[in-house]
């Protein structure tokens, strides 16, 4: 019950008046069976007229409209809220996963999450849908309608009260056989969608390596699961509504059958009242079976439904890790800098350190540089600034403030990041460098100004400028009309638009050129010259000018120093530039 915390005010008022409008359409649909007593009594007693038949059945008439306009009324507001709520829980969702650290959307995984969104949420719009009409309906009808019938004939009531009975114990037996069903669905709902989102995004890798066949009995295997799993369900379910047609037709055969010996046994005066009254029973047991059947079309949706509720109150009950800290941002320092104090770091559940006793300092302009080894802890590292992660042990200072101190978005306004692989995003390159916050307080042309500068900084302007559309032009998904290098420069002009303090390149420039790197390094080192410069590299030529560059090895330092000082004084850095600059070059010539 907990998740419908999230109704609104303005909705919670529509489930009230449609429960009022339920209440009616049960009232008027329960006034039928006693016009149709009254009809069948005119009918069968001598003299009657056609005239006094009109009159119940007109009224007959207008309780079945007024039933159909009630039913019509609690259907329009039921899916205002259904569609509402559903709405409120995806927002809920999106919010909640912003706030996730890289640690909480790992133990979902990305394909569960997008599941949960999208699947689980549709079940809940189906179920409430479904509910203010049926499942608010059934329990007011049958109750209402089993006291119409209390008193009538023992014999017709234990009928009624065998099949209701009967009802119950199969819907129980159903649910019982299907309920973890539905929880594997949802589970194999995940893995169709893991296995489809990981091809989709390596499509051009399956085709070079003609590996569709194996992509296919991949894909095979887990949508065999969902399809046999679902199959199961659906067949058990597929077992209520002709059970409940089978119970209804023996319930109407029972209670005439019975009727024929009750009425057989009384004088002719009292058979017009007993027939009338059979006619009354059946109608009113007819409404208690049809409730009991609307509860079954509910208990098929509902085990599916929880599963989907269960999958949802896990994700917003999960509490992100990583939080604001409470320092104000007046009380900062004027000169920049950022500083690692022994810093460790170890993923969860893991029993080794992924970077051990890192300590380094940079203050307003200095540029430093990483390099090492595949898996020496280069990007863990980069992503511990911004708090992607949190350090294990030691800390990280910006300003002389530890990192946790800082509320997220004053630490993000600090920090420029780019990751290793370029992200950009759907719209043209304008939207893209212009992103997020960095136009707040900024005038239209201002906005134009520092959007042409950054692209100019990040070498970006040389293709920008030449498309008649300039940065303009669309932005296709994921930027798949873009080289990787157009990308990664896009993404360094976003960074750099951003005017930050401290300037994060996650190897952001392994896809440029050397020509181009060469100059972007210049023009970041000219025009940007009091940021703190991070940069993460495999190439010497891009590192080899850093005012510091710290050698990573198995997630320790081993090396810190200038690049002339580094082939000296540390074998693996001298290893990494061997392996990549000739000789005269190492010897500085």
Request: proline share 2%.
């Amino acid at each position: 019950m907990k998740i419908f915390k999230f109704l609104e005010k303005r909705e919670k008022t529509f489930i009230l008046v449609s429960i009022i409008f339920v209440v009616i359409q049960v009232w008027l649909d329960l006034k039928l069976p006693s016009y149709m007593a009254e009809i069948t009594k005119l009918i069968q007693t001598p003299g009657g007229t056609v005239s006094e038949v009109l009159t119940p059945g007109g009224y007959m008439l207008l309780c079945a409209l007024g039933s159909l306009l009630s039913a019509l009324i609690v259907g329009y507001f039921a899916s205002i809220v259904a569609a509402g709520f559903s709405k409120t829980l995806r927002s809920k969702l999106f919010d909640r996963v912003n706030d996730f650290s890289e640690e909480e959307i790992n133990n979902f995984s990305t394909a569960s999450l997008i599941t949960r969104t999208t699947n689980d949420i549709t079940q809940i719009q189906v179920l409430i849908a479904f509910g203010l009409q049926l499942a608010v309906k059934a329990p007011i009808l049958a109750v209402w309608a089993m006291l119409k019938i209390a008193g009538k004939s023992w014999q017709w009531t234990t009928a009624t009260a065998i099949a209701i009975i009967f009802m119950m114990i199969l819907i129980s037996l159903i649910m019982v056989l299907i309920v973890p069903k539905f929880k594997r669905i949802q589970k194999y709902t995940d893995d169709v969608n893991r296995v489809m989102r990981e091809n989709l995004t390596g499509l051009k890798v399956v085709r070079a390596f003609n590996a569709e066949e194996h992509q296919e009995a991949k894909f095979e295997r887990v949508n065999q699961m969902l399809t046999g799993t679902q199959l199961f369900a659906q067949r058990t379910m597929g077992i209520i509504f002709p059970s409940m047609g089978m119970v209804l037709n023996a319930l109407t055969l029972s209670i005439y059958w019975i009727g024929a010996y009750i009425i057989s046994d009384v004088g002719s005066m009292l058979r017009i009242g007993l027939f009338s009254d059979m006619i009354v029973f059946t109608s009113y047991a007819m409404q208690v079976v049809m409730a009991f059947m609307m509860l079954g079309m509910i208990f098929i949706q509902v085990p599916r439904t929880f599963v989907s509720v269960s999958r949802i109150n896990e994700v917003l009950d999960t509490e992100p890790k990583i939080l604001d800290g409470d320092l104000d941002q007046e009380l900062t320092k004027v000169d920049s800098s950022i500083e690692f104090n022994n810093v460790s770091f170890g993923y969860p559940g893991a029993e080794e350190y992924i970077l051990e006793d890192i300590s380094f300092k940079a203050t307003k302009g200095e540029t430093v540089a990483f390099i090492g080894s595949t898996g020496s802890g280069k990007t863990t590292l980069m992503n511990l600034v911004p708090r992607f992660y949190d350090v294990t042990k030691g800390e990280i200072l910006i300003n002389g403030y530890n990192i946790k101190e800082y509320k997220l978005a004053d630490l993000y306004k600090k920090i420029g990041y780019v990751s290793q692989n370029a992200v950009i995003f759907t719209g043209n390159i304008f939207k893209n460098v212009a992103y997020g916050d960095n136009t707040e307080g900024k005038s239209e042309e201002e906005i134009k100004a520092s959007v042409n500068r950054a692209l100019e900084i990040a070498r970006a302007s040389e293709f920008v400028d030449k498309d008649e559309d300039g940065y303009n032009v669309p932005v296709s998904q994921a930027g798949a009309n873009f080289s990787g290098g157009q990308k990664q420069r896009i993404s360094i002009a976003r960074a750099i638009n951003r005017d930050p303090e401290i300037l994060i390149f996650d190897d952001s420039f392994s896809a440029l050129d050397y020509k181009t790197d060469r100059a972007l390094r210049k023009e970041l080192k000219e025009k940007i010259k009091d940021t703190i410069l991070l940069i993460v590299g495999q190439r010497i030529g891009t590192i080899k000018d850093a005012d510091k560059i710290v050698v990573l090895d198995q997630g320790k330092i081993v090396g810190m120093g200038k690049h002339h000082e580094l082939l000296d004084s540390c074998v693996i850095y001298r290893e990494i530039a061997e392996s990549q600059l000739s000789n005269k070059e190492l010897e500085g010539k």
